[in-house]
């Protein structure tokens, strides 16, 4: 499945070609240097399937609860798109807005809308946990809720 992408647009929906986007993360050839990277990886490992030792290693040992490499490997859901609403990094830590797109199990177009929260330990991300709005707002006027968007 990594193969069928090498020379194809990455599935995180950036615009570039998987080589040169989220496969040297997912390879561990590189670590991602911001909380961007980071998500984008991580949303095309879920993408992907078989990636569940890139989408564990790069969880917080602390919210990682329960879930293991092989059952991270496990592609559960339909996804079928990316979009990076916000995305915000102090120091080390970082706020990700995202939309991830998936066919829901009637087959129905669906949106999974989060706020996730990613710390940075010796110089790698990690993805925590998802947060409420207001906590990812961080005292900054972002992050607010477009009516229906919990609806979706
Ligand atoms: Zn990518």
Same mark, same amino acid.
């Given at each position: 499945m990594v193969d069928a992408f090498s020379n194809k647009l990455c599935p995180c929906c950036s615009g570039k070609v998987f080589e040169q986007c989220c496969r040297p993360f997912l390879s561990g050839k590189k670590a991602p240097k911001t909380v961007k990277q980071l998500m984008r990886s991580r949303y095309t490992a879920y993408f992907l399937g078989g990636c569940g030792q890139y989408l564990f290693a790069t969880w917080h040992p602390e919210t990682r609860?329960?879930? =293991?490499?092989? =059952?991270? =490997?496990?592609?559960?859901?339909?996804?079928?798109g990316l979009e990076i609403l916000l995305c915000k990094q102090q120091g080390d830590e970082g706020i990700v807005e995202f939309?991830?797109?998936?066919?829901?199990?009637?087959?129905?177009?669906?949106?999974?809308?989060?706020? =996730?929260?990613?710390?940075?330990?010796?110089?790698?991300?990690?993805? #925590?946990?998802? #947060?409420?709005p207001q906590v990812a707002a961080n005292g900054q006027a972002t992050g607010q809720q477009t009516p229906g968007a919990a609806a979706e």
């Open positions: 609860k329960g879930e =293991s490499p092989g =059952s991270l =490997s496990m592609k559960t859901v339909d996804w079928r939309k991830a797109h998936f066919i829901d199990q009637e087959g129905n177009a669906a949106v999974h809308h989060e706020y =996730s929260h990613f710390l940075r330990i010796k110089g790698l991300w990690y993805y #925590v946990q998802p #947060v409420k």
